[in-house]
């Protein structure tokens, strides 16, 4: 494809095809636009968003849509337009030269490369005009045009420096050290002191999720018991299930929070977000006597069938958009005082404006009419003020929500991404796997099966996974798409949960292979840890590519390093293979001298040092009768980062793992035809267990011994 046309005819995405209209003469990522700016010997402006991202359609009208600025573009540079969804690691490694030039990353990610891909200048989201002490678009391009033809060594010098700054960064050079699990300490004191104790979460003003030292911190208080670990994660999650970052109608959680209470959000609703979060509320549901978990967890759950998922094949979508166009802020999500009244009778409105907070003025700055929906008053509070019994109120409420949830699916919806990622899939495979099992919900148990199965499928043909299983568009090319550290570690934990949940040794070998691969693909067998991508000719040549990355720090996804390291270390205990064990001692190593400075950004870390430093306690229950089921909830009756539970039939009662499968069936007792559970830990098994309420005390003291 010639430079002098927009090459995004070819592109699969949402995001690029988004595009497909603009005057650019955008390229896809690859060697084609490389060689491009060579030979006409033009810098590259690069562009990463996504589909889901405000900013980025802002920034496409106001400044890609706009000829002037086309043709500063089509005649002094080579412009890459990418999907940082599809395209996890080119986003990383640019979000990390931007942040070391401008001090913050995000999206839109704009930055000029040379020729050669090498970053020397950067910004996120740049105005079409001067304002507010910023250059306009028009000028930064035009001033960077210059500095490239007149001042190129100066240029070239800068990227440079950039380029090695990004190899010590990314490669965390010396910032390993010895593994103590005081870090696990460090973390929980990291949460509490940062900890909003009036709003829940942690710091202030804009406010995201932080499940993975959420998981730390419901650890922490069932091991030890602590009221502070108990009080940030109850708080932080009923804050967030009470605020507007919640979507209180049809459910599912938005990104994040604009302001410190978590009341307005903001909308677009992403995979991974709600996957994580989904967890959290299940462990919650395990420990908490509060049912509010449960219901926030089926809440998930039950705007994820309806909106982000392929109930046909199998299979999570990516997102949900924040808007219909640029003109609204959230529209479909909030609602005016009339949108409400001419939804409702007299009554419900009443009810629905207390317990919402549904006022003239509402909280969203571009329509101050639009309000969006938190739980300002308690139906108790309600029923108080307007004389009516709590469960009048609670029918009234009902009522209320069914009938909002209709009329805003009269709304024009925001665009949902339906594009099936393999890491972002996986994740939820786990994630309605615990609430299958926790909450009792067949029908998430089974939709995360059927999953899992797709994306088994394509390792079964080819023994690698691909990063993309489809896109969005139906029309799209289906692009080869090369897996990624994440794709095949969050599969294999997904497969080893998929085990516990069914006792079909099927799941656990492809954990083990694709572990296996991941290993050979992505392992450092010479510094420790794991490359987030293969090495490969393009990455070599191509920019910032031929930086090999570990990352460890979770942002927002757990990260893989850490979470390869609680996959290998679930493999030594089904196992008692040392070589995992130790593959995830010296991943843990390969970070543990800068891992503190990170505090709860490092939380899937502190998962894994959990994993490391406790003795994994696994319970194997045996009997498909009413006893049993007794037994498996009594297991469920607590929760801990490194407990498993698997319910087998006394015929399958030899189909385990090694390690297990040294000992299970030779235990005194599991051959008698009863439902029993056995206890094992650290590779010792205790005798079986036949009560229920045996079970959970014997459990809750091995984990504050």
Known sequence: MSSRSNALGNASSSYLRSALHQPIHWHQWGPEAFAAAQQENKPILLDIGAVWCHWCHVMDRESYDDPEVADILNREFIAIKVDRDERPDVDSRYQTAVAAITGQGGWPLTAFL???????????????????????????????????????????????GMMTALHHAEGLAGHGGDFNPRVITMMVQSALNSFDPKNGGFGSAPKFPHASIVEVLLDWYAR???????????????????GGVYD???????????????????????????????????????????????????????????????REHGGFYASQDADINLEDDGDYFTWTVDEAKAALTAQEFEVAALHYDINEVGEMHHNSAKNV????????????????????????????????????????????????????NAMFVSAYLAAGRVLGMKDAHHFALRTLDRILGQ????????????????????????????????????????????????????AQQIADTAIAKFGDATSGGFFDAEPTTEQVALGALSVRRKAFQDSP???????????????????????????????????????????????????????????????????????????????FQTFAENLSVIRLAQADAHLLPPALAETIPNVPGVNDGRAVAVVCSNFACQPPITSAQDLTDTLKKLLRS
């Open 557 to 635: 996804t757990p990260a893989g390093n850490p979470a390869a390291a609680i996959l290998m270390l679930r493999l030594h205990a089904y196992t008692n293979d040392t070589r995992y064990r130790d593959k995830a001692e010296d991943t843990l190593e390969t970070f543990a001298g800068a891992v503190e400075q990170f505090g709860i950004y490092a939380g899937t870390y502190g998962r894994a040092a959990i994993w490391f430093s406790k003795p994994h306690t696994q319970v194997v229950i045996i009997g498909t009768d009413a006893s049993a089921a007794d037994l498996e909830r009594a297991a």
């Open 373 to 424: 929906l938190w739980i300002r008053a308690e139906v108790e509070e309600i029923a108080m003020r307007l004389s009516l019994k709590p469960d009048q109120i609670r029918m009234l409420l009902n009522s209320a929500k069914q009938k909002m949830l209709v009329a805003r699916l009269q709304r024009p919806t925001p665009y949902i991404d339906k594009t099936v990622y393999v890491n972002w």
């Open 459 to 510: 390792w079964n043909d080819k023994q690698q996974l691909p990063h993309v299983i489809a896109y969005s568009d139906p029309n799209a090319v289906l692009r080869e798409s090369r897996g990624l550290l994440d794709d095949y570690v969050f599969t294999a934990l997904a497969c080893l949960d998929a085990y516990e949940a069914t006792g079909d040794l099927t799941y656990f070998r492809c």
């Open 248 to 310: 209180q109608i049809a459910g599912g959680f938005h990104r994040y929070s604009v302001d410190e209470n978590w009341i307005v959000p903001h909308f677009e609703k992403m995979s991974y977000d709600n996957s994580e979060l989904l967890r959290n509320y299940v462990h919650a549901a395990q420990l908490f006597p509060d049912a509010a978990f449960a219901e926030t967890a089926k809440d998930i759950i039950r705007w994820v069938d309806s909106t982000l998922t392929d």
């Open 224 to 242: 030890t018991g602590e009221d502070g670990a108990a009080n940030v994660a109850r708080t932080t999650l009923e804050k967030m299930a009470q």
């Open 114 to 160: 040379t020729t050669e891909g090498k970053p020397f200048y950067g910004g996120t989201y740049f105005p079409p005009r001067d304002a507010h002490g910023r250059p306009g678009f028009k000028k930064i391009l035009l001033a960077i045009a210059d500095a490239y033809k007149n001042r190129r060594d100066d240029v070239l010098r800068e990227a440079d």
